[in-house]
């Protein structure tokens, strides 16, 4: 910092409140952070001290691969030129990295007067502050990260590039690697112990809009997503969506002073996993008032002035489009389709006579790419498709003075940050739970040795086995291998399913136990070692195996009668040493855990509307009293996956209990974009939600000690960090019966 320039002109000196941020600045600086090292997840005895008395890990759909950080690239000249205006080495070397590797970065925002911005932050009464270069001028970008675990608000503040002249050792590293950078995170503290989602953040005069998940909704199966205004300076903050609706994807208008958000109407969830059909809803910024819908089925509004908003929706021909509304005076919206059917179009940003769009075309191999509509000529301009081919960008925005334009996408390893920066097998997240630490593993259905010294989890395929620091990964199995549960009583016994996942009653799946041999005898990352037991007979879907505190009996799901019932089998001869039915009817119980007091077992049962896809959580005594439903997640909603407390006085689970929490098409593939991870007493009372994020979460399982709170890097082959799928019903042939409805309209 001893070379700071000692300056005093127009923008920028040292002011105070700087001070008391150098700290986070310098950690920023030096990528320091948590400790990220193998051996850092190991299990600690003093658990309490290690802030937590339990470890929670569970289990995100992709998440681990996404390495999203967030981009810019100037606006060519519009109209076009006939010839692309770019060659590739241009755009290459257009190309500006803005977020610095670390976690998930996106859905960027481009301030409209950085030096208010910084000065508000600064709690100074000016923009001073001698950090930036006085001779040229500040950017920033406000975005999402999810550095804590869940998205949360940042600032970065840098000397702008745009004046640059392409000069050596400029470009994509420079704004990164400039001494002048300054992060600020935004909204600490909102949310349960500070956790919440956030999402969507725009800049208005001294206020930051966005959405939050930091309020429960306080009935089942609503979203909790509401937009909040707060007040930069001084963090009051504003509820601007109504109580019991749920707002998404707000874009503030030119003039600040009306805010377009996607709503969703007062039937709560239903469980859409691709388009949710909201409308499109206008109100005050200021305070919410005057809220009118506009536009009866949209989302991701934006607008090119206050009376014109562009925005998206899934047409009855199939393809998402662009649409134009002008909004008048009267109730009267004319609505515009802007984008021809052939290709997908979705999450608008408007510029200056033209609109930036994320794309899917069939044209582009399955992958998201930024393109331009030039408005008053109509022709597209693809961007993103000639410099990084393979790689989905999302979620566009635009500068204010229109010549930039901004998108996320997974860095590749070339522009990566510090090593500390992932991808993680076990990534540690805030937790809003005092009591209890939080991991996201890069697998699935992991469980512990009840020694607590192992992880056994499943790669889909595959099943491997890794020490509880994190070190000694191996895979034990490969092929399609689904649940994990250690043996209580011989060791290094585990049990699985073997064979598809998601089949049918009669699909060839059976249950087996794997005995590793013994540690010593082990290499890391050495071959497959254990021998293998089949304990299931008859192949007819038996699956999800929990075994009995005193290693006698092993629960399980088979669909061996045409319907998927609970069962319990001797734990070591199978099926032949002792087979009793456990539930019996013409629906799914599936998902059994048996509790470590071995009163209960918990499972998953649709029962209560056989086959329509709803979950609700129930007990059963072993023996077979005492059934009991515990969680329901609202009508039609899902709770799965439930795993008891080391003291069998809770379960954790899976649910749609909180919605959604952001537009699907702004995320990659998520099979089940409502999961989240929630705690309840085996009552069913006292509810609590521990993850916040749009990403599908589930198969979680409870340490029997606490884990201390600190990230574990994966080693990953090159390439695979940025292996994630971009929604899979946009890979899906559109219906050839073109049938444009009144509600798509033409181009
Ligand atoms: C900001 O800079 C101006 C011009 O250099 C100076 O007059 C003013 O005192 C500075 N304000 C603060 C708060 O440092
Ligand atoms: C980080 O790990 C290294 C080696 O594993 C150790 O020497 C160092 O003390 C650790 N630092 C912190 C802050 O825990
Ligand atoms: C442009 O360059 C990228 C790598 O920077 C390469 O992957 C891509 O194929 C190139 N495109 C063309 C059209 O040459
Ligand atoms: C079934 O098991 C429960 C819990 O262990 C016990 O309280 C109950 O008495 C048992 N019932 C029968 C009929 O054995």
Redesign the pocket.
């Known amino acids: 910092m001893s070379s700071m320039p000692p300056s005093s002109s127009t923008c920028c000196r040292l002011s105070r409140p700087l001070l008391l941020l150098l700290p986070f600045l310098l950690s920023f600086l030096h990528g320091s952070s948590s400790n990220s090292s193998a051996g850092a997840g190991v299990i600690v005895q003093d658990a309490a001290a290690e802030g937590g008395k339990a470890s929670i890990i569970f289990a995100t759909v992709g998440r681990s691969r996404y390495a999203f950080d967030i981009f810019t690239l100037p606006v060519p000249p519009l109209p076009p030129a006939a010839s692309f205006p770019y060659s590739n080495h241009t755009l290459d070397r257009a190309e500006l990295l803005l977020t610095d590797g670390r976690s998930v970065n996106y859905n960027g925002f481009f301030p409209r007067d950085p030096c208010s911005l910084i000065s508000l932050i600064l709690s100074s009464s000016s923009c001073n502050h001698s950090l930036l270069d006085p001779k040229r001028p500040s950017e920033a970008l406000v975005y999402i990260s999810e550095r804590e675990g869940s998205p949360s608000i940042y600032v970065d503040v840098y000397p702008s590039r745009s004046s640059d002249r392409g000069g050596a050792g400029r470009g994509r590293r420079a704004i990164l690697q400039d001494p002048a950078r300054l992060q600020v995170p935004l909204l600490r503290g909102l949310g349960d112990a500070g956790v919440s989602l956030k999402d969507k953040p725009s800049v208005s005069g001294e206020h930051l809009i966005y959405v939050s998940t930091h309020e429960a909704s306080s009935v089942p199966r609503k979203s909790w997503t509401a937009v909040y205004s707060t007040h930069i300076h001084t963090g009051e903050t504003r509820r601007l969506t109504p109580p019991g609706v749920a707002d998404f994807s707000p874009a503030v208008s030119p003039s600040g002073q009306w805010t377009a958000v996607a709503s969703s109407s007062d039937r709560g969830y239903t469980g859409e996993t691709r388009e949710l059909r909201t409308h499109v809803a206008v109100f005050r910024t200021r305070d919410g008032s005057e809220r009118t819908v506009v536009i009866d089925h949209g989302g991701w509004p934006s607008w090119a002035d206050d009376s014109t908003l562009f925005f998206h929706r899934e047409c009855e021909d199939g393809w998402w489009s662009i649409f134009k509304a002008t909004i008048g005076e009267g109730s009267d919206v004319p609505v515009e389709r802007v984008t021809p059917p052939g290709f997908h179009a979705f999450t608008p940003a408007v510029g200056n006579g033209f609109v930036a769009m994320a794309t899917r075309r069939p044209s582009s191999s399955k992958f998201r790419h930024i393109e331009l509509l030039d408005l008053h000529s109509g022709v597209f301009v693809e961007l993103t498709a000639q410099l990084s081919p393979n790689f989905h960008h999302y979620n566009p925005f635009i500068s204010p003075d229109f010549t930039r334009i901004g998108y996320h996408r997974c860095r590749s390893s070339r522009n990566s940050g510090s090593s500390g920066s992932g991808p993680f097998l076990l990534e540690n997240i805030k937790s809003p739970d005092a009591d209890i630490s939080l991991f996201r593993i890069d697998g699935s259905f992991p469980s512990f040795s009840h020694d607590g010294r192992q992880i056994a989890y499943t790669g889909l395929p595959g099943l491997h086995v890794m020490n509880s620091d994190g070190s000694g990964e191996r895979l034990v199995l490969s092929g399609n291998a689904f649940a994990t549960a250690w043996d209580w009583k011989r060791k290094g016994v585990i049990y699985t399913s073997y064979g598809p996942h998601f089949a049918a009653e009669s699909t060839e799946v059976d249950v087996i136990s794997i005995t590793l041999k013994e540690e010593e005898e082990e290499e890391e990352g050495g071959p497959v070692s254990a021998s293998i037991k089949k304990l299931t007979v008859g192949a007819k879907n038996n699956a999800f195996p929990s075994p009995s505190p005193d290693g006698k009996w092993v629960v399980f799901r088979s669909g061996r009668s045409g319907h998927k019932n609970l069962y319990t089998m001797d734990a070591v001869e199978g099926e032949s040493g002792g087979l009793h039915r456990l539930t019996d009817g013409p629906w799914t119980d599936t998902m059994c855990s048996w509790s470590p007091d071995?009163?209960?077992i918990a499972f998953a049962s649709d029962r209560d509307d056989p086959g329509s896809g709803s979950f609700s959580i129930y007990l059963v005594?072993?023996?077979?009293?005492?059934l009991r439903k515990v969680v329901q997640s609202g009508h039609g909603g899902r709770a799965n996956h439930p795993y008891f407390s080391p003291d069998s006085k809770r379960i954790v689970f899976t649910s749609d209990y909180a919605g959604v929490s952001a537009e699907i098409i702004s995320t990659p593939h998520q099979f089940q974009p409502y999961g989240e991870i929630f705690t309840a007493n085996i009552d069913g009372s006292d509810i609590r939600r521990l993850t916040h994020n749009p990403y599908e979460d589930g198969t979680p399982t409870w340490a029997p000690a606490a884990m201390k709170p600190a990230d574990v890097l994966e080693r990953l082959p090159a390439g695979a960090h940025c292996k994630f799928d971009d929604c899979h019903w946009l890979n899906q042939q559109v219906r050839s019966e073109h049938r444009v409805g009144q509600a798509c309209g033409h181009s």
Do not use: L, M, Q
């Open positions: 071995g009163e209960w005594h072993p023996n077979g009293t005492g």
